[in-house]
């Protein structure tokens, strides 16, 4: 059971514009979400993260918002580069439950066009 | 800046084989991850480590076992491997435990032939 949903497998953005990727989670128990970014033959990077007690964090171009109520999270790219190019992996986390592991989801392989 | 260092970084082995995994965690972090990311999937959590004590065991198998030495590397060890555990190990490791963000290293990818 994928407590943590990417649903889209692919996203082709124009370099320039915004790129939007979404991420769901089943799991109440979650507090603590992530996003990761990653190129192949690597290891997952780190982009940028967001407690449940927030609805939105900004780190320079990237930006997450959470919606607890529809369980719902997305990483918002402005604007979108071509290094931007990779799979971004969604991960959650149940810290408060004191579990350790993070829970990824499938990842979505971000194309920006030039 | 230092990262998580993991070696090797591309293993092959026979069914039946033993294998051992090394990660060496950012300096000052004390808190270390395992995961296994299989072809197509996305990263599964093994088993954790804070101050060299087991803190957290996802669906690691009874084959697999791992410690946390003082110097805060950890080992993961893996006997008589069978074709599935073919894949990508990721080490992470964090600062604190469940209180800071999991930074990866670059992976050791296993082929068990």
């Known amino acids: 059971d994928q407590q943590v949903k990417q649903n889209s497998p692919s996203l082709s953005v124009q370099e320039g514009r915004i790129s939007i990727l979404n991420c769901d989670y089943t799991n109440s128990m979650f507090d603590y979400f992530l996003w990761y970014k990653k190129y192949p033959a690597e290891g997952p990077t780190f982009l940028i993260s967001i407690s449940s007690i927030k609805d939105k964090n900004e780190d320079g171009r990237f930006t997450v918002f959470l919606n607890k109520s529809a369980k719902h999270l997305s990483l918002h790219i402005v604007p979108s580069q071509p290094g931007d190019s990779a799979v971004y992996f969604c991960?959650?986390?149940?810290?408060?439950?004191?579990?350790?592991?993070?829970?990824f989801g499938k990842g979505t392989h971000l194309i920006i066009q030039p | 800046a230092a990262g998580v260092i993991q070696s090797p970084r591309h293993l092959i082995k026979e069914k039946r084989e033993t294998a051992t995994l090394k990660c060496y965690p950012i300096?000052?972090?004390?808190?270390v991850y395992w995961y296994q990311q299989g072809p197509g999937q996305d990263p599964q959590f093994l088993i954790s480590?804070?101050?060299?004590?087991?803190?957290d065991k996802g669906s690691i198998p009874d084959r697999f076992s791992a410690q946390q030495f003082s110097d805060y590397h950890s080992e993961l060890n893996m006997s008589s491997l069978e074709l599935g555990d073919s894949a990508l190990y990721f080490c992470?490791?964090?600062?604190?435990?469940?209180?800071?963000?999991?930074?990866f290293g670059p992976g050791t990818r296993l082929t068990v032939l």
């Open positions: 480590f804070y101050e060299k004590m087991q803190s």
């Open positions: 300096p000052r972090h004390d808190t």
């Open positions: 992470a490791s964090s600062l604190g435990r469940g209180t800071d963000t999991q930074y």
């Open positions: 991960a959650a986390s149940a810290r408060g439950g004191g579990a350790d592991g993070l829970t």
